[in-house]
Nanobody, 126 residues
Framework: QLQLEESGGGLVQPGGSLRLSCVAS????????IGWFRQAPGKGRGGVSCIDTNGGGNYFDSVKGRFTIARDNAKNIVSLQMNSLKPEDTGVYYC????????????????????WGQGTQVTVSS
């Protein structure tokens, strides 16, 4: 059974940090580009970041310089380090595996991804 599971969400004050993890079971993450998406209340899923199979990171403009995506192939994990968090970063964060062979070229398009986790809630509030 192919599964992705996110963890690491929580409540944090503005300016704080969180580290999200995406763990795979049933398949090898290193074979896929992996994206992170955010869904704010009442909105659709928006692309946040993506890491390609060579380890190259891609970021939506609003998180550049604050978020860092990385792979640990030995542990089959992709992480998202989030620093200098803002209230507008609040939402449910999902990781997903890109399955159309396009890597991160259009990482903000949810339809490019075939496997999704259940999400982890991130709330940035004072």
């Amino acid at each position: 059974q192919l599964q992705l599971e996110e963890s690491g969400g929580g409540l944090v004050q503005p300016g704080g940090s969180l580290r999200l993890s995406c763990v795979a079971s049933g398949f090898t993450l290193s074979s896929y580009a992996i994206g992170w998406f955010r869904q704010a209340p009442g909105k659709g899923r928006g692309g946040v970041s993506c890491i390609d199979t060579n380890g190259g990171g891609n970021y939506f403009d609003s998180v550049k310089g604050r978020f860092t995506i990385a792979r640990d192939n030995a542990k089959n994990i992709v992480s998202l380090q989030m620093n200098s968090l803002k209230p507008e970063d609040t939402g449910v964060y999902y990781c997903a595996a890109e399955t159309r062979g396009k890597g991160c070229r259009t990482f903000w398009v949810p339809d490019e991804y075939g496997y999704w986790g259940q999400g982890t809630q991130v709330t940035v509030s004072s």
